[in-house]
């Protein structure tokens, strides 16, 4: 085979490698716009990272002895493992542990589809312990009750989250990266974190990895913040 044989063919391989990148992409934005995620309003940007407050939210958390588990039961919740059989829609982002080595309205009639928010949540303790999100729609009182006795709600209260965002895959070693950036950014600014880092992923598994968004969050004393912000 000779160069130029070579170089067509070098050119025909590049060209149908951006294709497929081009197809993936576009499906990959279909299937993500609709996908509902937690609300929140950015109060300010610092050297790289973002402060945003966040009012109540809902979740559906449970503890498993691996991730899968945890996705599964918390899956089955959403898939009408609750009162009334409730079908609920999954949100962005997912929320874990920053130790990565884990991997409609408010009525609760039976068949009902609803919307679930992101993130999911998980940490890593003697276990995986994961959340999912629900809408926005929901409340306290009208959030349908799981039937299984692992799985559980809870009411976060409004609170102030300091954010790191970055790309691509997210491995340990680039989770512990800008988790470290983000605890120099808040003992620079003199802002005050009150709870652990958690990573918040917002894509589904087939998402390219140039379009992922990922997030090393953690939650923030509120009077550190204004004192910063003065």
Sequence with gaps: MDWKTKAKLGVGIIGVGLAAATAWTALDRVKNRGTERVPYKTVERIDGVELRRYPETIRVRTTASNGREAFFRLF???????????????????????????????????????SMTAPVETTRADGATMSFFLPATYTP?????????????????????????????????????????LRKTLAHAGIEPTGEP??????????????RTNEVVVEVDTASVRRALR
């Excluded at 949100?91 to 130790?99: I, L, M, Q, R, S």
């Excluded at 009182?141 to 300091?162: F, G, K, Q, S």
């Excluded at 958690?198 to 379009?211: C, E, G, K, V």
């Design 76 to 114: 089955n919740y959403i898939d009408g493992a609750n009162e009334g059989g409730t079908s609920v829609s999954m949100t962005a982002p997912v929320e874990t542990g920053t130790d990565t080595s884990a991997t409609g309205d408010g009525a609760t009639k039976t068949g009902e589809s609803i």
């Design 141 to 181: 009182e009208t959030a349908p009750e799981p039937t299984n006795d692992d799985v559980e709600l809870v009411v976060d209260p409004p609170r102030t989250l300091v954010v790191r965002r970055f790309s691509w895959w997210a491995p340990r070693i680039r989770v512990s990266l800008n988790e470290r950036t």
């Design 198 to 211: 958690r990573l918040l992923r917002y894509d589904a598994p087939f998402t390219p990895p140039w379009l």
